[in-house]
């Protein structure tokens, strides 16, 4: 039976999304205005999606790795090692041009790694990218030299302060970033062979797909993800701070992507899902600013509204719920 | 050049010479936390400088956020016979038999910068500043600003439950106690860092009609400042006129925005903790004086009378 459009909308994610917001509204009235000022939209939404941005992108390429039953911990470390990278030589002269295709480089090349230990050497994901996690905010540190590198280059400022028709640079970058990914995966086979290898990947070998390649490419994209998410961030400030860039940004970007309905046991995946749960957790976010409650109950907040979430998703809710939908139909029925 | 001239040259080198060599008998080991912050680095380097200009030979060792690390660090400095030890203590708690080692060996141990849970007599003393005051100062500084008038702050926290958030507040809220008119209309934290400053800011500009009603900012440390003064340019405010920017730390980047009228005040925080400590050492090891157990450093006020332009530029080569 195929479901109504509409239907397809209506999802937990979309549902869960739309209740926060109006529970933001509730708390704010003014949280839907939006003006328009300087060129560009200004207000509460604008916010959640431009402060959105980085957790979505990085969410993107989380969201393949966890596909394919991995994780990557190390992004938050890969956004310090990007930002400082291109910090640092807009700071040494070079244009900003050269400064971000160098950042993704080296992002990727952070990826790269990642993937050579899980595929080659078969570590597991999660120790696999620990290692990055914890070597790569020393590796910022040390680009850095413990100190805010701070730039003036208005090239690279525009990444993350710019708007484009509007609205603010950092959520076309991820909005493009989601839609390109989105098409690569599932306009061809690739996101089938993702969700083979994500949920058997010796069958998947034994089937003939390049189980090796698929990986490191998967956590090439997320090292990619998390140097335009850094960059952004950098740009942001005006400076690299490989102290408190990204720092625990992962666990936002696993959160998201968990939200957006993929299991962590890898196989089916959503992009666009896991993007609206990073939207829904900066929505928390900037509702918890707006609302004026007291800083003290800021993570109360959020872990409440994250469980009735989950509890939501959760299988035996969704039987709950179409349980009483049957049941409710027969009623009806005379 | 005649023999006269010649020994006169040498002896004034002996001299010269002389000075340093005699002070280089002290040895002090100094244990520092790591490189958490731009601050500690600061520390660092202000320590350097302050042992070089004494004369002071400063064996250093960098425990990259770990007591362990600083637990050998000082072990092998009493293995080395140095004259006294300087430590930062990376947490309050477990410091007892390394100090009563210390102790034992006659090695004066001076605290820098943080306290410790340990009995009084296991060190000389410690050097710290007053958070508290800190606030106070800040606070104090926005009272004679804003006089009688109506005043709406919106507050940068620190991470919450750490102490200088905690106590930066109270100082704050002790200094404009007695003032009616000035009232902290929101207040959340921004976890010290310049992005959640940023996004903080954005927030209360947002629920305080466009930031039209806020008067002041009070951020628990400089970074968190000029994440905010961003957010209010982004806004279309101006930072500096149209609300009063006042935080704590007083490090490069916040005399930067004075220099451009985007901040109003800064208390800092010396990152000079070793020079007070070398001055009680040098006291203590000539005569035995007692130096008073809690040395406060002093938390000075700077606005942009008092050459920000200046101090940006002597500040800048500190590592901040």
């Known amino acids: 039976m195929r479901r109504h459009p509409l239907m397809r909308i209506l999802n937990a994610q979309t549902v869960a999304l739309a209740g926060v917001l109006l529970l933001n509204w509730f708390l704010f009235p003014g949280f839907f205005d939006i003006a328009w000022q300087d060129g560009r939209f200004f207000g509460s939404l604008i916010d959640v999606l431009n402060r959105g941005a980085p957790v979505a992108i990085l969410a993107v390429g989380m969201t393949v790795v966890i596909a394919t039953k991995g994780v990557d911990l190390s992004v938050g470390a890969v956004m310090a090692v990007a930002g400082a990278v291109a910090a640092t030589m807009v700071v040494d002269g070079y244009s900003a041009f050269t400064a971000i295709v160098v950042a993704l480089a080296v992002g990727t090349l952070c990826g790269v790694w990642n993937g050579l230990l899980v595929a080659l050497l078969d570590i597991q994901p999660i120790i696999a990218t620990l290692v990055l996690m914890v070597a790569g905010r020393g590796l910022a540190q040390l680009i850095t030299e413990g100190s805010i590198v701070t730039f003036s280059d208005p090239h690279l400022i525009f990444m993350g302060t710019g708007s484009f028709l509007g609205f603010p640079m950092a959520a076309v970058i991820a909005l493009v970033l989601m839609i390109a990914v989105t098409l690569a995966v599932r306009r061809t086979a690739i996101g089938l062979f993702i969700e083979a290898v994500g949920i058997n990947r010796s069958a998947a070998t034994f089937a003939g797909i390049r189980s090796r390649m698929l990986l490191i490419s998967v956590y090439a994209l997320s090292g990619f993800c998390a140097a335009v998410a850094g960059i952004i961030v950098a740009a942001d400030i005006r400076g690299a701070d490989a102290n408190n860039s990204g720092l625990w940004l992962e666990l936002d970007a696993i959160l998201a992507v968990v939200i957006g309905g993929t299991s962590l046991l890898g196989g089916r995946f959503s992009i666009p899902m896991a993007v609206i749960g990073a939207i829904i957790i900066q929505a928390m976010n900037t509702g918890i600013l707006v609302s004026g409650f007291p800083p003290e109950f800021n993570l109360i907040v959020k872990a409440g509204v994250i469980i009735l979430i989950l509890v939501l998703q959760s299988p035996i809710a969704q039987q709950l719920l179409i349980f009483s939908r049957r049941n409710a139909g027969k009623r009806s029925t005379p | ?320």
Not at chain 2, 166 to 184: D, L, M, Y
């Open chain 2, 1 to 320: 050049m005649s023999i006269l001239a010649r020994l006169a040259l040498a002896a004034s080198i002996a001299t010269a010479l002389s000075t340093p060599l005699l002070a280089a008998e002290m040895t002090v080991g100094f244990s520092q936390i790591g490189s958490e912050s731009g601050w500690r680095a600061a520390e660092t380097s202000v320590t350097k400088q302050q042992a070089e200009e004494r004369g002071i030979d400063l064996k250093f060792a960098d425990a990259q956020q770990k007591q362990e690390n600083q637990i050998k660090a000082i072990r092998g400095f009493i293995a080395q016979g140095v004259d006294a030890i300087l430590v930062a203590p990376v947490v309050a708690t477990g410091w007892d038999d390394v100090l009563t080692e210390a102790k034992e060996a006659d090695i004066p141990v001076v605290l820098l910068d943080r306290g410790v849970d340990a009995s009084e007599d296991l060190y000389l003393a410690s050097v710290a500043s007053d958070q508290v005051k800190e606030g106070r100062v800040a606070g104090q500084w926005l009272v004679d600003t804003v006089g009688d008038k109506e005043c709406k702050v919106v507050e940068l926290q620190g991470t919450v439950g750490s102490t200088p958030a905690i106590n930066r507040k109270k100082g704050f809220e002790e200094a404009i106690a007695g003032h009616a008119n000035i009232t902290i209309a929101r207040s959340q934290t921004g976890d010290f860092t310049r992005s959640k400053g940023k996004e903080v800011m954005e927030g209360f500009i947002k629920a305080e009609n466009g930031g039209k009603d806020i008067c002041a900012m009070y951020a628990h440390n400089d970074d968190m400042a000029v994440g905010a003064i961003q957010a209010m340019k982004d806004a279309g405010l101006k930072p500096g006129s149209d609300i009063y920017v006042v935080s704590i730390d007083a490090v490069p980047d916040i005399f930067a925005a004075m220099v451009a009228g985007e901040a109003n005040a800064t208390v800092e925080l010396t990152p000079n903790m070793a020079g007070p400590a070398f001055d009680v050492l040098a006291a203590y090891l000539k005569d035995g004086t007692k130096p008073e157990k809690f040395i406060i450093t002093e938390s000075k006020l700077y606005t942009p009378a008092d050459n920000p332009q200046g101090e940006y530029d002597t500040r800048k080569g500190l590592g901040y």
